[in-house]
């Protein structure tokens, strides 16, 4: 996938001046060694930080090895004002991981009291209002330090991202969805920019792309990737010219910004003046790592992003849309799955899911539309039904009034057709209809919600609390008998 951050991390060892510091330093040297063997490249400071001039030794060191996330590790207590002023200077994420005591039989020179010391570092990290990524138990062996460096690469990697990220947003929101429709003051606190564009900006470089030369090169591999789906040829080249228009706009428009995203418009008058839906082209991007979210849902692409990537992967954007029908729950899930009738819904979009994600696509309508329109400018969703597997659903969302909340749960796609259109599938999550009621519609949330193909709820966690998001702003389905605030104890 490109449109996609990459994270180069590199770990410097602290040492108290009152500890041995080839302590710290041979500690480091076990983790280093440690995570080479079991995950890759990782860059090893030569300086031991144990004073504010070796700290900005340190510093110099890693920006000059382009390492872009830190990990400061404790070999033993630290010295706790230079620690978290390289946390402070160094421009990128950072994590805070400690060494743990290796053997009883040197409990002396061989003590380095790093438990205590991460007390001290994370007191400091609140003094001075910085943030730093604390694995729940940040105390470990080299092999488990290891793997705690592992777990914040995709964390790191999304912080990255978001500082990198341009959202570019096409129309403003439809009539009567102002459900999408959000302050744009949090996306400037998590750094990211937008730039907010006129439909008729991008109709005008649509049209100023008539008859480009490579249209017929995208045509024949869009032929490839439908196969057999292929039941609209005819509008294929229509939606060659919109993927190059979009395509084009991106790089003339991402200025000093890395990474992109799109909030487009379908409707009301999109499929009228370009005689097409862009669902199609819409899944095309997001499968390539550059998010398309749907009726100029911002935060919708915003979260799309941070799924693609901590996941590495395509991801989704989806209506928490229909109830399953009693019948075909009966029929097809209960007995089959754990899962009560509450437990499931069905997320649908019009036809933007990426092809690899569906058990089987075709190209067709927009059946909805097409039942007030003629159907031959509603051509252009991708239709099937979503693969089963697990899932993340997700979203990260600004209120009305600007404050940041979001939402993780995880369940999973199940293998029950779903006997119906667009693309589409059946969706279970323990206790859904319970999150549903405390959660979604009591914390005011729209429709549309972030599919992330797998389990990423620990890491989603991790990196809404490191962009501010609150705890108590950060919800999931809860399991049975943890009562959500608004949840009647008698019902």
Known sequence: MNNMPKEK????????????????????????????????????????????????????????????????????????????????????????????????????QGRGDAYCGVLNASYNLKLRNLKAYIPEYPVGTAEECADMIHDFAPVARAIIGLSNLKIITFG????????????????????????????????????????????????????????????????????????????????????????????????????????FVPCYVNSRLTKRGIPVSC????????????GTVISQDAVTLLDINNSVPADLYDQDIKGKFDYTLKDTFMGFHCGNTPSNKLAFCEMKYQLIMARSLPQEVTNGTLEGDIAPGEITFYRLQSTSDAKIRAYIAQGEVLPVATRSFGSIGIFAIPEMGRFYRHVLIEKNYPHHGAVAFGHFGKTLYEVFKYVGVPIEEIDFNQPKGMLYPTENPFA
């Open 9 to 108: 991390i590199g770990i410097v060892a602290v040492s108290r001046d009152c500890f041995p510091m080839s302590l710290s330093e041979n500690r480091r040297k076990a983790v280093v060694k440690s995570y080479q063997e079991k995950y890759g490249e990782i860059y090893e400071c030569s300086v031991c930080v144990e004073n504010e001039l070796d700290m900005r030794k340190a510093l110099a060191e890693v920006k000059e090895a382009g390492v872009n996330a830190l990990v400061v590790y404790l070999g033993n207590f630290g010295p706790e004002s230079a620690e978290t002023l390289l946390i402070k200077e160094f421009d990128g994420p950072s994590m805070v991981v400690a060494a743990a005591e290796e053997t009883g039989d040197n409990l002396v």
């Open 172 to 275: 403003p929101r439809p009539q009567d969805f102002l459900a999408c429709n959000a302050p744009i003051k949090q996306l400037y606190n998590l750094g990211v920019e937008i730039e907010e564009n006129s439909e008729l900006d991008l109709f005008e470089a649509y049209n100023k792309h008539a008859g480009d030369a490579r249209i017929a090169d995208v045509v024949a591999d869009m032929e490839k990737e439908l196969g057999a789906g292929n039941k609209k040829p005819e509008i294929l080249s229509k939606l060659a010219q919109y993927e190059l228009t979009l395509l084009d706009w991106i790089e003339g428009h991402k200025g000093s910004r890395d990474f992109v995203a799109i909030a487009g418009k379908c409707w009301p008058a999109f499929q009228t003046q370009f005689g």
């Open 295 to 306: 009726e100029v849902d911002i935060y919708g692409a915003l979260s799309e992003f941070i």
